[in-house]
């Protein structure tokens, strides 16, 4: 009723307007990732600017293992919020993977001595089934009540972290295989760290996914318009418990990887996970009402951000106000998307 | 769901609906506050002693006003994500400005201290989200971060002590007519906002826009400062609940406010207030604060682990989120 007449009010002033288009070079460059790529290019001048260090091959090392540790829980986020959705409890899910990778392979190593490889794999399928679980939870919660996915997710974070803080108290839990933290946490391939190319994989993946697969053009179609996605036939709860489960499941893997990393499974780790991977999604252009995003402006984010980070440890800024950087530069975000969308006149 | 004839039409339709039904329905969380005091009395008897039900009125009544802060916003279909961060900034901040100030009219300058900055972060988000329109739910996720890094910082991340023993005299200790202050101050406060939501204009805009924000501008009302306000006016209903905590423990804490967040959200969404906004009330913020509050008065006499208590916070805010649910459908 309220939409029929704002839409009649509407219409002559629109055809007042001069052609919409008229901007088009500005707003298509804006819509292609040029707000990310714009970010990127003036973070990574003015860091080598600021400090010849930045350019260092071991500090580069540093910022691209960083960056894989960001990019793949971003794209978990983005995976929901393309759907119409949120994650709130992407970083609980991380904690809550490492206590449980550290946690099988403590008490695996009294049953399987020496066998660390067997260890380092049955780790990964418990983590991988405690995400798919949690991802579960999450979308049958949104989906079978229709709740909000961002108070369902919130809630959840502080499920999550009060059973991964309860089993361990907050102390880390040391015992963690050898192998894995020699050769997942600190390996390489082609003299890329081996986190580094797992999260390039599952950006093509997530690439893929979304240009070439049913799922991917079913993910935008729900985040865009949940009704009208049903009514054309797509199986809008299969699709959106997907994009949970798959979101889920990545930050799990992120706990898996940082565990390696770590050398223990820690249960405080990702507290500042959810704000910095939906800071990564919005800075990639992924829209907040579903439907709008693509994972390679994504993975610009997390670079952008992973290069602001280490911009900020090289000059010695207090890591309490890499978390003032982290909110402002979302909301900065946020207000170019909206002030844009606002002169597009959406 | 306003037509009382229609309602009352549908309760005739319903056949499951009987009075004792409908009674349990009706005051359910009146009833979950009674049968959780008796069954933590069960295991603890000291639950049921009166220096407890004081002590649970005194929690319950800094829960309440975050929680009262909290609906203000929820109303309009928004949210504040940063109300915890506001009260470890604004104890942090009215401490050193008493400190700087010494003796006890600098409690004063506290107190203004404390109120400028949670007007200024209630600005900031006004702005945000009336102006630009920025989604609620991001931009005070975004300023909780904000919010926390000065709150940590300004004091190096020490608590600030020192402060003039007559704030927490006054602010915490005193009892006028054996009451608490805390109490008579969360009283107060609930019933000048009862009357501001049922007797202005203001108040009964905030339905409207939170109801139905399309309608709100057909109907002629500017929600941009109607949206702007509430976001300050819960923000300084937060530093209101801060000063009394500082008051309380007598030192400007930068981890005041860690956990308030979610326990205030946890309390207006039990108590009934949806979050697709216009729902709810001062009441339902009032009794849903008082039912976390025993609920968590009741886990920590038995004993439960903390964290335990984080994990039954989360589950009860899924909850009563999937009650209020059919609540609407009904």
Known sequence: ?346 | MSNPSTAKAEAASRPAATPLLDFIRAARLPLAIVVTLVLFGLVEPRVLSFGNFRNIAVQASYLAIFAMAQTVVILTRGFDLSLGYTVSLVSVVASMAMVAGGGDASIVYGLCAGLLVALLIGAANGVLIAGIGINPLVTTLGMSYVVLAFASTVSGGFPVTGLPPAFNAIFAQSAPLGLPTPIWIAALTFVLLYLVLKATRFGRSLYIVGANPKAAVAAGIRTVPVLLIAYMLCSALTALGALLLTARTGSGEPNLGGNLTLQAIAAAVVGGVRLSGGEGGMGSALFGALFVTVLSNGMNLVQIDGYLQQICLGVIIIASLIVSRDDARR
């Open chain 1, 1 to 346: 009723m309220s939409s029929g007449a704002t839409a009649t009010a509407a219409a002559p002033v629109k055809a007042e307007r001069p052609a919409p288009h008229k901007a088009g070079l500005l707003d298509r460059f804006l819509m292609q990732g040029g707000i990310v790529i714009t970010f990127l290019l003036v973070a990574v001048v003015a860091t080598a600017i600021m400090e010849p260090r930045f350019l260092n091959r071991l500090n580069l090392l540093n910022v691209m293992r960083n960056f894989a540790f960001l990019l793949i829980p971003s794209l978990a986020q983005m995976l929901v919020m393309t759907a119409g959705g949120f994650d709130l409890s992407v970083g609980a899910v991380l904690a809550i993977s490492s206590v449980v990778t550290a946690t099988v392979m403590l008490v695996g190593a009294q049953y399987l001595p020496g066998m660390e490889w067997a260890l380092i794999l049955l780790s990964l399928v418990a983590v991988i089934g405690v995400g798919a679980l949690v991802g579960l939870v999450n979308a049958w919660l949104v989906t079978g009540f229709s709740l909000s996915p961002f108070m369902v997710t919130l809630a959840m974070m502080s499920v999550l972290v009060g059973i991964a803080l309860y089993f361990t108290q907050g102390i880390p839990i040391y015992g963690v295989a050898e192998s894995f933290v020699s050769g997942v946490g600190r390996g390489q391939i082609l003299g890329l760290p081996v986190v580094l190319v797992i999260s390039l994989v599952i950006l093509a993946a997530c690439i893929v996914l979304q240009r070439f697969t049913a799922l991917g053009r079913h993910i935008y179609a729900v985040g865009s318009d949940l009704r009208s996605a049903r009514l054309s036939g797509v199986a809008t709860g299969r699709t959106l418990a997907v994009a949970y489960l798959l979101a889920s499941v990545l930050a799990a893997l992120t706990g898996f990887l940082m565990t390696a990393r770590l050398g223990s499974g820690q249960s405080t780790i990702g507290e500042t996970l959810a704000l910095q991977t939906i800071a990564a999604a919005v800075i990639g252009g992924v829209s907040l009402r579903g439907g709008v995003g693509r994972a390679e402006h994504v993975a610009l984010a997390a670079l952008f951000l992973a290069v602001v980070a280490n911009a900020m440890n090289l000059t010695q800024v207090d890591s309490k106000f890499q978390t003032l950087v982290l909110g402002a530069v979302l909301i900065v975000a946020l207000a170019i998307e909206r002030l844009l969308l606002r002169r597009r006149g959406a």
